[in-house]
DNA sequence: GATGAATGAGGCTTCATTCAT
DNA sequence: TATGAATGAAGCCTCATTCAT
């Protein structure tokens, strides 16, 4: 007998969800979800800790909504950048409006996305939806740069392309390597993107 | 007053830490470090839950010379891999030969690091262990390539050649998206280093 | 990240306190603090054991909170008392009276006490709690009796008198030794102390 | 089926027993019964965990042992000044003298008797051992002394002498009560229990 | 006799989840 | 819907005691 739980249509259960949601987006971010328990939850939201089965299945149910909560702000501009792109771009400004992207949806989100990362591994439903949104974004770039015509797009030129990236927006937030300059690091990997569509 | 932790000195005791050692680094790598205790720990290494006490602190304490058992295995074959650079190589080689083995080091274990990189969100402490140890990688490789005469040798050029690395042997060990031909993959981050430093 | 301790407001909530201070009472002085445990404490209490953390820190926060219980019981008489105490009484109507509420107040609670004394050994902070007690009986106790008149009030001798009290009371309370005759006793109490302030 | 328990007669042996009640002394005295294990014991001891089990029952028997040994540190100089007494002392002497021997026996053994004290409580067989000691002590007191031709040597006078003398050794050991002055104290002692007699 | 590693029951505490109000 | 007190299973750790060497 499955549990009943709300979806919420009025307008105060809705925010009440949100309100959860977005504690357990910042304690899961800030301490991690194993290190997160519900009784916090529910204080950061202000709400009692028996309301928040009103609304989730378990504990887990929240980390599932914190993730939709996740990709609708990271994923979402990415792929609206994707369904966007025009060619009347240069391929350079394609390559630093990307990298633009990239920085400042990391800049927000870079801890949640670790913590996420990271119960990934302890969990394979989320790891697959992880995997899946990677794929979507690869797939998606490949599709959409092949229809406007850019040369050399192949999954695996975009995979690497998106993992340099990666690579540079991370040092970016967390800036963990005194030794790295960021300035010169940006352009070394906007020369090797663009050296391998060119 | 601090507990009396065993150093093992006789062959008995230092088995017993191995086995807990490696039951640990089985188990955290298996189903992540929350959700491994310590009577699963033990029942792997079959020893009673007791006897785990009497060579680690807590369970924490188990993870930190897990991390020590990742390190000996993984980072230790590339310091020496560092340490025993010779010129006679062409730069292709040497890229193929770091390649290979970062896979095969990875191929082993790819589970803990993921694992243990998780973990690093959740305690600083054991992140920073980390970090630094990227950081010897990246400035050692820098220092031995430079005395060995080679060209445009930054920190910045080797630590995204890392990340290249990465990135394919990642994708080699976990085979997570279809549409990626390893060999294709491989070709172009061979290429891609090695256009960095001509 | 200090834990959330409950500081129940709502009738139910005090009541659930109560029952297990009670129960902690009970248990602590009927087998002792140390042979106590929390479950047991809890079944005693008629409540689950996850409860009790609500609303003590841990289990030697029981103890705190039934050693005040138990000063409400046995000190606040005893100050009130002295509070109470007018010159109107003869010397040995005072310390009759004196005698008969030692006894009275000790019989209810001579387990609790001893048990409340030996935990003084092996934590200092209540073992202070209780030196305390007993200056501020004797303290008070010389400051109301020299506002009153009474002569050879000193510190020594209101002490050593609470002393015989106690042994006297402490005899009649536990009974042990057969060959005392309790009301010979109290006669050469009454009239030691008698002697002492004369 | 009894476990074997060596009855030492070798010199070797009884040492190592003798170490193992020392060390145990010593950490009662210090920590309490319950705070201290029996690691700890045989550590004080330096012996082995294991040996300990070959001279003593149980962790409880090493009380037992402990105990005796303070008896006969403590309550068998007692029993020798009782037995050694001669009338031709004055009273005042005898007082005197009494309370020279309880300081001094009470200065190297107060920790060791509060914890006994202590146990007691949870220990029954271990509280009437100490009530039969005291018992001893009163009534071997009032035969010599009655013996000797003292007056108004009754049972309950004894034993009120002997809690104010312990009252007294109390205050001059744990030295709690800053406003106590011992000397005037000591005083007092003497005086009430000379009136006692008298 | 002696060692100290090993055992495993049991204690303290946490926390996801439920339930009375 | 909402509250927050209550539940109890489960996790971490300790330690008296045993056992292989």
Redesign the interface.
Known sequence: MQKEIRQPVQQRSIETKRKIITAGYFLFAK??F??TNT?QIA?QAQVSTGIVYGYFQDKKDILKEVINEYITQVYDPIFNLIDNLGKKESSLKLINDILDLAENLHKDSC?IH??L???S??DEEIGKTF?DL??QV??RFVKKLEELGYKKI????I??AM??IE?YVH?VVYD??S???YK??RE??VN?IY??FK
């Not at 192949?154 to 030129?157: I, K, L, R």
């Open positions: 301490n991690g194993f290190k009784a204080k801890d670790r913590e990362n990271a119960v591994q302890a995997v990677q794929d690869t797939l192949t999954n695996e030129n995979h690497l993992n340099l690579s040092e963990n390597h030794y790295i300059n010169k690091l070394i990997v090797l050296s391998m």
